[in-house]
C-alpha cells in the first residue's frame, strides 16, 4: 500500500475496498451489492456526485430497495433537489411500511425535509 500525505488509515482502507469493488463491477456490472457498497464508499470519502450516480444504478437494477432511496433522498436533499429528495424519501417509506416497519432514519428525514420544504403530499 503506498502511504498517501494527508489521508489516514480510514481513508486508504477505504480507497482501497473501493478499488476492488469497481474491479469486481467491472467484470459483474450488475452486482447490486458491490454497487451499494461502492455508493457508500464513495459517501464516506464526502464523494457525493459519485455516490448519487452509483446509487441510481443500483436504482435501475432494484428499484425496491428502501436503502438506496434513503440515501438518494439525503443526497437530493443536500444537492439542494427537495422534490426529488421528497420522492425517494417518500418510496423508502412506502417500501419499508410494506414490511411494517417505520424507521426513525425516515422519520428524522421527513422532518429534516420539512423543515426545508413543505410536503408535497401536504394540502393547503
Known amino acids: 500500500t503506498k502511504k498517501l ?3 489516514d488509515n480510514k481513508a486508504i482502507e477505504i480507497l482501497e475496498k473501493q478499488a476492488k469493488l469497481q474491479k469486481i463491477l467491472k467484470k459483474f456490472p450488475n452486482f447490486r451489492d458491490g454497487l451499494l457498497q461502492l455508493a457508500i464508499t ?3 470519502l464526502g464523494r457525493g456526485e459519485e455516490a ?3 446509487l441510481k444504478r443500483y436504482h435501475i437494477l432494484d428499484p425496491s430497495s428502501p436503502v438506496a432511496e434513503y440515501y438518494l433522498s ?3 436533499m443536500n444537492r439542494f433537489h427537495y422534490m ?3 420522492q425517494h424519501l417518500e418510496a423508502a417509506e412506502t417500501l419499508t411500511k410494506k414490511r411494517d ?3 426513525q432514519c425516515l422519520k428524522e428525514l421527513r ?3 420539512r423543515s426545508i420544504l413543505q410536503d408535497p403530499q401536504d394540502k393547503l
Request: glycine share 4%; net charge negative.
Open 5 to 7: 500525505i494527508g489521508w
Open 42 to 44: 464513495y459517501l464516506q
Open 52 to 54: 448519487f450516480e452509483t
Open 74 to 76: 439525503i443526497i437530493a
Open 84 to 86: 426529488e429528495a421528497w
Open 101 to 103: 416497519h417505520s424507521p
Open 111 to 113: 422532518h429534516t425535509l
